[in-house]
């Protein structure tokens, strides 16, 4: 069974209010990308993931006339994909949902939220102490995590979570006092946000459930400066540093050390340098007993995975996309 996680850069943008694919030569909120360029590439990439199940980040957006659910399905139409299924949980207003596409032949899922004494409902409002000044901070998820019961075709139950924890840019601030102030905030949130994520994850995994997280954490060992005042990335606190582990290769790789190679699944044009950036940002993590089955991760990557590099048509379909790159898991279940 193959079930990836891929960041959808303003997968919204390509609908219309009916959840039709637009097309056409109208600009993409993609720079320099036709809606028909990134929606035609999208459906290049998805027919190759041929996956049983997609955490769509950033998924098309719910509203009083939008309908995550219908766009999704559209494209799965349009594209024959047989991930064709649609589940949702939470609706925000960042128009960037969370959403798994999953073929019905070979599992079903259901949006199922959880809450215990130590870790509300992910709609909810989660109270922490983040600076240690005997005062509680009340903490919200902008995109509340995707929590799904689900069952393969064999019978075997899975708990998945997909996640888009907060971004860290300081926008809207202006001189470099309120940039490192907003910086230093943000940052507290978003580990706030990723404890309150890792106390979910402790309790399935006290109760034995076999457990996938995926989507995109917008951290990384290294990532920003201010790293060091807080002494770890919201991917340790999410993989468990302390208590029951999870794994991703990929994030052990990236926490290995600062010097030497680094998997990425991301690329950013720096605008301001004339450059790209790539990051570690997208993760898929399993429980042991996952982990156990010789599972095989991949990230989709068109200049450092053979098989895109060697794909014209997927290389670039990669490309056009998404500022982020698919990264899949096959299990043996």
């Known amino acids: ?88 949980g939470y609706v925000n207003d960042t128009k960037q949902e969370i959403a798994l596409l999953f073929d019905p032949a070979t599992l079903t899922a259901r949006h199922d939220p959880r809450a215990s004494e130590t870790a509300p409902r992910f709609d909810g409002e989660f109270r922490i102490d983040l600076d240690i000044d005997a005062t509680e901070d009340r903490v919200v998820f902008s995109k509340p995590p995707l929590e799904l ?37 943000n940052r507290r949130k978003q580990l706030a946000q990723a404890i309150w994520l890792r106390r979910r994850i402790d309790d399935h995994l006290a109760a034995g459930d076999s457990l996938i997280v995926m989507g995109d954490l917008n951290d990384g060992p290294g990532l920003d400066e201010y790293e060091h005042l807080f002494g770890r990335s919201s991917v340790e606190i999410v993989l468990g540093d302390g208590g029951p ?19 990425t699944t991301a690329r950013f044009y720096l605008s301001q ?14 429980s042991a007993d996952l982990c156990a089955g010789n599972p095989r991760w991949r990230i989709w990557h068109p200049f450092d995975d053979p098989v895109c590099w060697d794909t014209p048509e997927l290389r670039d379909a990669l490309l056009t996309a998404s500022d982020h790159f698919p990264v899949s898991i096959d299990l043996d279940i």
């Open 1 to 88: 069974m193959r079930i990836v996680t891929y960041n959808v850069e303003w997968f919204d943008e390509l609908f219309d209010d009916r959840g039709q694919l637009i097309g056409g030569n109208s600009w993409s909120a993609r720079h320099n990308v036709t809606r028909g360029d990134q929606t035609e590439a999208l459906g290049i990439v998805f027919t190759a993931l041929d996956a049983d199940a997609v955490m769509v980040i950033e998924a098309p957006d719910t509203d009083r006339k939008r309908s995550t659910t219908a766009a999704l399905t559209t494209f799965a139409e349009t594209f024959g994909l047989r991930a064709s299924e649609v589940v949702t």
């Open 149 to 185: 019961a689900v069952e393969t075709a064999s019978g075997k139950a899975l708990r998945l979570i997909g996640a888009h924890l907060k971004s860290k840019a300081p926008h809207g601030a202006r001189s470099r006092d309120e940039i490192m102030r907003l910086s230093i905030a």
């Open 245 to 263: 582990h999870l794994f991703d290769p990929h994030a052990e790789q990236a926490l290995a050390g600062r010097l030497g190679p680094k998997p």
């Open 273 to 286: 340098d004339k450059r790209y950036m790539q990051a570690m940002l997208d993760y898929l993590m399993v």
